[in-house]
């Protein structure tokens, strides 16, 4: 990461194609790694000083590509519409502008809150609180965080006194305003952030409830992963003539990451990513699982043969999982092993190694994975097994990135299995008929059908 002074202005070197889609202006940035990719300043950007010194104080020298489109757009009050994901810098993008325009207003008094950021699950709540606290370090201006799986007594009387910054699971929120612990009236900024997961996750509702609380008077920032049709639809008179930026091609994978596919047996597999860790000498790797049995048993596994090892899933308490993650981040914990909503939100600079024991059953699952490797400009390694079972899964996942993805046998663990019907990932609602079942070919030669990169979610 670059840290030099910014003194030197150089023109732009973003590739700009307005494009127009649903009426809107689409500005296409090439994606690049954090800081490097622009000789911009955050000084020119319109940031006070005390936001300034904070960036200083961070390290961070330029702007990344979203920053540079978003914080202008967003001081000046405009709405933004973001296909951003996580490792963009997309949290500075909305945090920093949104506090350069609070620090101007009036502070929040009784249970009002001035910006309020929705996000699909709690660690990456409590991940954006972060950054909104180090980014208003030097500003008089409180933020705080509510979510679901904990006590509502404290955070009520951390509401009592207002806050300009609230960081929310959507679910908690309502709880909050269904008992009038917190006021929308003077609301300025809306933020949904991954609004794709939270659609995923079930929360339209929930978002939509909470929409029709808010003053109409108020700026709305989007941010997801992908323009989805769900996505547009959302974003559909939600947003007034928002700016729209894109940071990567739509379903493309950071280029920073190297990605491979080691085919190997299914039930060879914990024995195999126990290999790679040690013979690679691994020290930090996120693994996902598609199930919470499977991420407990493969970390109880890798614990007994002495990897320090924990897993982190929708059935731990909320103190397990913020344990775990505090373990992994300060290197207690080797190897975390993560269901694919857990690990959201997860932020780990430099994470180098992200393994996938089962592919996603869903294809976009893969980029956001993938997406926790090769941040912040770093080179990251994400590694697949991939059975022959999942075969179909690996198509839709080529399908989708639009490139094939490079496989390499390890020695000792080829894979003996060369065909087989594909996973039942109905939860065991599908009754197999072995007559009818599909038999596709080898994991490097089969096509499946479209509707494939869409098999159901557990
Ligand atoms: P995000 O995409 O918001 O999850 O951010 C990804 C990571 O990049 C976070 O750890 C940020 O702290 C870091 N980051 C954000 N903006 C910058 C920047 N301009 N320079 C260096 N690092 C940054």
Redesign the pocket.
Known sequence: ?ETGPCSLRVSLRLSRSPLRVIGFRITTISQAP??TSTQAC?DDLGLGEPLLKA?RE???????PI?EQAIPAVIKGRDVMAA??????????FTLPLLERLRHGRRATRRQVRVLVLTPTRELAA?VLE?VRAYSLHLPLRSDVVFGGVKINPQIARLQDGVDVLVATPGRLLDLHHQRMVLFDRLESLVLDEADRMLDMGFIHDIRKLIRLLPEQRQTLLFSATFSPPIRKLATGLLHQPLQIQVAPENQTARSVDQVVHPCDMKRKPDLLSHLIRSGGWQQVLVFSRTKHGANRVAERLSKEGLAAAAIHGNKSQGARTRALQGFKQGDVRVLVATDIAARGI?I?QLPHVVNLDLPNVAEDYVHRIGRTG??GETGHAISLVAAEEALLLQAIERLTGEPLRQEPVKGFEPTVLSAPPLDLSGGRRKHNNSSRRRPGPVSNRRSSPSSSRQRRR
């Open positions: 990461m954090i800081a955050f960036l961070k390290g961070y020298s330029h702007p990344s920053q951003a994901q996580t490792g963009t810098g997309k949290t500075a993008g991940q950054n932020d600079q941040r912040a």
